[in-house]
């Protein structure tokens, strides 16, 4: 069962159409990322999901009955938002009782809820202490706990790392990975860092004006984009794209061609080539499909170095060895793994098989 499902979901608000006919799925127990820029509708899709706005048309389901009329009580999901929102003068064990407090529980059944909790986020020393006492990912932990400690049918998180500092970011989603293993509760989590979607998700969905242009494994998603939007907004650095026909059974672009791996198209279609950074080298050793042109630029990264390279008239970037001594202008030959180029058509942009 579908903990979580919208079917032809559209939310506009005056002129602008923040959700376009959405339909998602969240499978039960999944840590499911919703993955998107900013301005495509992620917020948006989560507060319809929550209750918290009614969609001027579509339906919502949980656990397969109709909720689109329910209020956010009765819907029973917990949100996480991006700012923490705890209360400044309750302490960190006040904040996460919060919930079960409004249902008036017993105070000793509260105590161990409480206790529960903090032992999961590993944060029983922070529940004497007040917000104003902790760092900003301590915050984020006890903003968490607070939704845990309600035990919903499911979890939605609206970027909920965006606050903090990149190492604690790094922290946090591991820790979230493991809580999420932990519990096995089905995770929505809204972000448009593509490498929390990476690192974090069982499935990823890809949102674009509204509308999912894909849903997947992050793999597959990665590996297999249905369109070159798709396959441009998800990896760093982006895919190189250049233009391209059909030619006597060769891919042929301006001033460069190679073997057709495979794929079916007509004789002067117009065609974009797509190649991630990583699938291409600088190895001359391998040479069967290779590409000649001249060093552009390179940026040092430490643990790679990147290589701009000029290609008749496109240019491609290289993931090479971080030491790669090379000169600008200086000519070189670039290798290609033709078992991981991607063709796309160049009017409609969607992805060509093979």
């Keep these: 069962m579908n903990t979580i499902r919208a079917t032809g979901v559209s939310k506009s608000f005056g002129d602008v159409q923040a959700l376009d006919g959405l339909e998602l799925e969240v499978p039960t127990g999944s840590?499911?990322?919703?993955l998107g820029p900013?301005?495509?509708?992620?917020?948006?899709?989560?507060?319809?999901?929550?209750?918290?706005?009614?969609?001027d048309s579509g339906t919502v389901e949980i656990d397969g009955i109709d909720a689109t009329g329910a209020t956010p009580a009765a819907r029973d999901l917990a949100m996480v938002f991006q700012s923490y929102a705890l209360y400044p003068k309750q302490t960190a064990a006040q904040n996460i009782a919060s919930p079960l407090?409004?249902?008036?529980l017993?105070?000793?059944?509260?105590?161990r809820q409480v206790r529960r909790v903090a032992e999961l986020l590993r944060i029983e020393r922070l529940l004497d202490r007040k917000p104003a006492q902790m760092s900003g990912g301590e915050q984020q932990r006890v903003a968490l706990g607070r939704a845990?400690?309600?035990e919903p049918r499911a979890f939605l998180m609206d970027e909920p790392l965006t606050?903090?500092?990149?190492?604690?970011?790094?922290?946090?989603?591991?820790?979230?990975?493991?809580?999420?293993?932990?519990?096995?509760?089905?995770?929505?989590?809204?972000?448009n860092d593509q490498v929390e979607a990476m690192s974090m998700a069982d499935q990823v969905a890809v949102l674009r004006q509204g509308r999912i242009q894909q849903v997947g494994t992050p793999a597959h998603v990665y590996d297999r984009p249905v369109n070159r939007w798709v396959a441009s907004f998800v990896g760093s650095p982006r895919m190189n794209f250049v233009a391209c026909e059909a030619r006597d059974g060769r891919l042929a672009g301006d001033g460069w061609d190679l073997p057709n791996p495979g794929f079916?198209?007509?004789?002067?279609?117009?065609?974009?080539?797509?190649?991630?950074?990583?699938?291409?080298?600088l190895d001359r050793r391998d040479e069967t499909?290779?590409?000649?042109?001249?060093?552009?630029?390179?940026?040092?990264?430490?643990?790679?170095?990147?290589?701009?390279?000029?290609?008749?008239?496109g240019r491609l970037q290289v993931k090479a060895p971080p030491r790669v001594a090379l000169e600008m202008g200086e000519p070189i030959t670039v290798a290609v793994d033709l078992d991981r180029v991607h063709l796309f058509d160049a009017a409609t942009e969607e992805a060509l098989s093979r």
């Design 101 to 104: 407090r409004a249902r008036k």
């Design 38 to 55: 900013s301005g495509a509708g992620k917020t948006t899709t989560l507060r319809v999901l929550a209750g918290l706005e009614k969609p």
């Design 264 to 281: 079916a198209v007509d004789e002067g279609r117009p065609l974009t080539l797509g190649v991630r950074a990583e699938d291409l080298s």
């Design 31 to 34: 840590f499911f990322v919703l």
């Design 289 to 313: 499909a290779s590409l000649t042109g001249t060093v552009y630029a390179t940026e040092p990264l430490g643990d790679r170095t990147l290589v701009d390279v000029e290609v008749g008239s």
């Design 106 to 111: 017993p105070k000793d059944e509260i105590e």
């Design 163 to 191: 606050n903090l500092d990149l190492k604690l970011r790094v922290e946090m989603r591991t820790e979230l990975t493991r809580i999420h293993r932990s519990l096995g509760r089905t995770f929505l989590y809204v972000t």
């Design 148 to 150: 845990l400690v309600r």
